[in-house]
């Protein structure tokens, strides 16, 4: 007998999947002169939310703005992909909400940056938190110091110094784990842990230190715990377990940091007992 032979049909072949993924367009962008819509959206400020689960825009942007004292008019309105933003009819309570830095709305944190005319999906950010040092010895208690971990950390804005306690004002990158430890290296070789306390920080992952899920929804968790559960992984992390130096600061830096201090040397430190809290 011969074989037969299947031709399929053309609904068969309709029915077959031809794409994997959604079809997505490419178009270029005009070129034109932007300066006129750069001003207008001058007293715009940006904000995203770090659980789109939790935090719902629309109700996000009715509940902000009865936390700020304003003096003139703000609109809100939702941008998508979980970002929305605020237009102020005043460049003083634009500024009022900036420095009121951070926000939260349903016990998850809130980006909130000034709007820039930048390029990227990653705009915006940037949360402006102050962090208090814990494990820093007294006797490095001083502003060049101080300044130096700050900028090491992320962009520092501001720093403080009392009798009791040390802290720095630091835009971080909420969109990556923030971090909570550092490692002070000093020139007799001692190396010291110092613990950084994000001051208003509401939910997040006490595991990898992520804004966006709890530690027990954790996608990292349980693949860690897989992986350090083989015996060869296990035997590798003991023999790793001394924790990663941190980048040497670039020249350039240093030189602002030099410049900076320049006519306050280190040896003019007023005496301890002379701060004001």
């Known amino acids: 007998m011969a074989p037969r032979h299947h031709f399929s049909s053309d609904h068969e072949k309709m029915q077959e999947p031809f794409c ?13 002169d932007t300066y006129a819509l750069i001003r207008d959206n001058a007293l715009t400020v940006i904000g995203r939310v770090t659980n789109p689960a939790e935090q719902p825009v629309g ?10 004292d304003l003096k003139g008019r703000v609109t809100g309105s939702d941008l998508g992909h979980n970002t929305f933003q605020f237009r102020f ?5 634009l500024q009022n909400v900036l420095s009121a830095r951070p926000y939260h709305y ?14 990227s999906p990653l705009f915006p950010s940037q949360i402006l938190f102050w962090i208090t040092l814990h494990g820093l010895p007294l006797h490095y208690w001083h502003e060049r110091m101080i300044y130096e971990i700050g900028q090491d950390l992320r962009t520092l804005e501001d720093y403080c110094i009392t009798k009791t306690s040390a802290k720095i004002r630091v835009s971080v990158d909420a969109l990556n784990p923030l971090v909570k430890e550092a490692l002070i290296e000093f020139s007799a070789g001692v190396e010291l842990p110092v613990s950084l306390e994000y001051d208003g920080l509401e939910l997040h992952c006490s595991n990898y230190n992520s804004l966006a899920y709890l530690a027990r929804f954790c996608p990292l968790s349980s693949r860690s715990e897989e992986v350090n559960s083989h015996p060869r992984h296990r035997k590798a992390a003991r023999s790793n377990s001394s924790p990663p130096r941190r980048p040497r600061r670039s020249e350039e830096l240093q030189t602002q940091v030099n410049r900076r201090f320049e006519k306050r040397p280190i040896t003019s430190e007023e005496p301890f007992h002379q701060r004001l809290d």
Do not use: T
């Open 20 to 32: 994997k993924d959604p079809p997505r367009r490419r178009i270029k962008a005009l070129e034109f």
């Open 59 to 68: 109700a996000l942007i009715i509940a902000l703005p009865r936390k700020w």
């Open 89 to 93: 009819e005043l460049e003083e309570d």
């Open 106 to 119: 349903a016990h998850w944190m809130v980006i909130l940056q000034r709007w820039e005319p930048v390029l």
